[in-house]
């Protein structure tokens, strides 16, 4: 089954099968008990488990559409939820076979938007209570504070993704040092506590923020990686640059990767398609600082065989890839940008070695089949 399908599926087991209605009465009375409770206990409606369905449907109406619960979602409401919650305010219902789940899912779960099956045609609805309760908000102020609010957050998710781990502090620092909202940690752990219900790709504790890609689950597990990094800067490029790593799959596309690309696709005699997949990969272990025996596995994963001249040129280019990748271990820096300016080959660099210490004569990991020392030692 493709993405596509699978995308429709989902929608279609999401949505409730019959004629739309907009009415939140109307709609949460469709409702088994069981999705009820659901939405109760998302909207965090106190003794929801001994109230009947129509009481449970009469709390759930008063809950939902409490001005300050509707205030509190839409400021969390990330942006392609934003750009649905648009849409549904400016008209009864929207047809659309084709919106991915997590355009609504959260405000599904929140009793905010509700999706209907019509035969084959797809529509969502918001309840013509919620609209009103969201029109009797002070516009100007909630504009303003969910533009803190998402950028905050967007600042969050890229210093993770950026840093690994970063002392709030620093982080606090850097946002209002590119931006003039005078935030506070006080109001950073609001800011926080607002999307607790949300999948996040990061977590704080202890006064640092630090990504859930990192293999521990606590802060304990860091304690080393802490201290190997306390003495480096930060890498802090301008606003623009680092709020694109927000997204978790961003990567810069350096010179160097492309060199590598252009190897893998005229003499390898890969589509470019194929190329930048194994580039992708490439980068992603070099910026988990992976050895070069595994990154070469790369290749053997595809199936693709080097030649003792193939290998004699890739482990360069790889090489130059990884004294160009941004790093956890360098707080954003590449190894070039950090390396003394008195090295005089920058394309001489120590991989980690697999599981111990390579020995200069012993075979070099890159498969060439030469000593360590004669190789890319």
């Known amino acids: 089954m493709d993405l596509q399908k699978?995308?429709?599926?989902?929608?279609?087991?999401?949505?409730?099968?019959?004629?739309?209605?907009?009415?939140?009465?109307?709609?949460?009375?469709?409702?088994?008990?069981?999705?009820?409770?659901?939405?109760?206990?998302?909207?965090?409606?106190?003794g929801r488990s001994k109230l009947k369905k129509q009481e449970l449907v009469d709390a759930l109406c008063d809950r939902i559409t409490n001005m300050a619960q509707v205030r509190s979602a839409f400021l969390?409401?990330?942006?392609?939820?934003?750009?649905?919650?648009?849409r549904l305010l400016k008209v009864p219902h929207i047809q659309d076979n084709t919106i991915y789940a997590d355009a609504y899912l959260f405000l599904m779960d929140k009793g905010l938007v509700f999706s209907f099956l019509e035969g084959d045609e797809l529509f969502f609805v918001?309840?013509?209570?919620?609209?009103?309760?969201y029109k009797k908000l002070d516009k100007k102020s909630f504009q303003e504070e969910r533009h803190v609010n998402q950028l905050v957050l967007r600042y969050m998710e890229a210093a993770a993704n950026l840093y690994g781990i970063c002392p709030l502090d620093k982080l606090i620092a850097i946002?209002?040092?590119?931006?003039?909202?005078?935030?506070?940690?006080?109001?950073?752990?609001?800011?926080?506590?607002?999307?607790?219900?949300?999948?996040?790709?990061?977590?704080?504790?202890?006064?640092?923020?630090?990504?859930?890609s990192l293999d521990g689950e606590d802060l304990d597990d860091y304690e080393a990686f802490l201290e190997s990094v306390k003495d480096k800067p930060y890498y802090i490029p301008p606003q623009e640059e680092l709020l694109l790593y927000s997204n978790i799959d961003y990567f810069e596309k350096t010179p160097e990767l492309e060199a590598l690309k252009s190897y893998i696709m005229q003499a390898l005699g890969k589509t470019e398609k194929q190329a930048e997949a194994l580039v992708d990969d490439i980068q992603l272990a070099c910026a988990m600082e992976e050895p070069l025996s595994v990154i070469m596995e790369e290749f053997d994963q595809r199936k693709i065989r080097l030649n003792k001249n193939q290998l004699k040129d890739v482990a360069?280019?790889?090489?130059?890839?990884?004294?160009?990748?941004r790093m956890w271990s360098n707080r954003g820096f590449t190894p070039n940008e950090l390396r003394p300016k008195t090295v005089e080959n920058a394309n001489v660099i120590q991989f980690p070695a697999a599981s111990s210490k390579i020995g200069r004569n012993e075979p070099c990991p890159c498969g060439s089949g030469k000593k360590h020392k004669k190789c890319c030692l």
């Open 6 to 46: 699978e995308m429709l599926q989902l929608n279609v087991n999401n949505a409730i099968k019959g004629t739309v209605k907009t009415s939140l009465q109307d709609i949460l009375g469709q409702l088994t008990k069981d999705r009820l409770n659901f939405i109760a206990a998302n909207c965090a409606l106190a």
């Open 76 to 86: 969390t409401a990330e942006p392609q939820e934003w750009e649905l919650v648009s």
């Open 126 to 133: 918001m309840p013509e209570e919620v609209k009103a309760a």
């Open 175 to 212: 946002i209002n040092e590119q931006n003039d909202v005078g935030l506070t940690e006080e109001k950073l752990h609001a800011i926080r506590l607002s999307v607790s219900d949300k999948v996040l790709t990061w977590d704080i504790q202890r006064g640092f923020l630090f990504s859930d």
């Open 316 to 325: 360069p280019l790889i090489i130059n890839v990884h004294n160009n990748t």
